[in-house]
């Protein structure tokens, strides 16, 4: 079965960290570029970070930079997003996106939450 999982949310208090995974089956995850995204209530869908499939290039919205920090392990066919110094604002589910020509996949989401 071709899927994206994502895992790792949670409830965090403000200046904690999580670190999402999102982890492939039934594709090779190598082939392509993964995007996190993430959506709180009421707001349009927020592209956080991407990398490339070779992982040699990455980006990251103003929002997070310096905070967070995406990797990838292809052997595992996983991504990762580290989020470091979370804020209130940085609440929303999290979605993972993998790219590869015509190709498109998604995950079902995890809910971050950072409150005190």
């Known amino acids: 079965q071709t899927q994206l999982v994502e895992s790792g949310g949670g409830l965090v208090q403000p200046g904690g960290s999580l670190r999402l995974s999102c982890a492939a089956s039934?594709?090779?995850?190598?082939?392509?570029?993964i995007s996190w995204l993430r959506q709180a209530p009421g707001k349009e869908r927020e592209r956080v970070s991407c990398?490339?499939?070779?992982?040699?290039?990455?980006f990251y919205a103003d929002s997070v930079k310096g905070r967070f920090t995406i990797s990838r392990d292809n052997a595992k066919k996983t991504v990762y997003l580290q989020m470091n110094s979370l804020k209130p604002e940085d609440t929303a589910v999290y979605y993972c996106?993998?790219?590869?020509?015509?190709?498109?996949?998604w995950g079902q989401g995890t809910q971050v939450t950072v409150s005190s």
């Open positions: 996106n993998a790219k590869y020509r015509s190709w498109d996949y």
């Open positions: 039934g594709f090779s995850l190598g082939y392509y570029d």
């Open positions: 990398i490339s499939s070779s992982g040699g290039s990455t």
